[in-house]
């Protein structure tokens, strides 16, 4: 479980999913502060972990990354954590197209390749 520091790789993600889920890495992207947390069985692990390196619980979304897809099927907007209603959210996908938007540019940032 890490905050991205570094540019990683798609072969590299793919290296995770293997060690864990097989074809996917979960992860949790800080859509203000534009950092991504990988590597954990649960993306309230994730999201613990940006909390205690003073992310904003408003900020932070919770997302699979499938390395060997490519498009739209590189990331699936989907969580326990996204289901937040007081910001009118109320499932588990990221249903704001803004901001799936800004999690897809802050994720061309940190992931080459993608």
Not at 55 to 74: H, K, T, V
Request: glycine share 4%; charged share 30%; hydrophobic share 40%.
């Amino acid at each position: 479980m890490r905050i991205l520091g570094d540019i990683i790789t798609t072969e590299e993600l793919l290296e995770i999913a293997e060690k864990s889920f097989g074809d996917l890495v979960k992860a949790v992207v800080d859509i203000d502060k534009e950092i991504i947390a990988i590597d954990a069985e649960l993306h309230s692990d994730l999201e613990a972990l940006c909390l205690e390196n003073g992310s904003s619980q408003n900020a932070l979304w919770g997302i699979n990354y499938y390395p060997e897809m490519i498009g739209e099927d590189f990331i699936e907007f989907d969580s326990m954590i996204n289901l937040r209603p007081s910001q009118n959210n109320r499932s588990r996908y990221v249903e704001n197209e803004n901001m799936r938007r800004d999690i897809i540019e802050i994720s061309k940032k940190w992931i080459k390749t993608i």
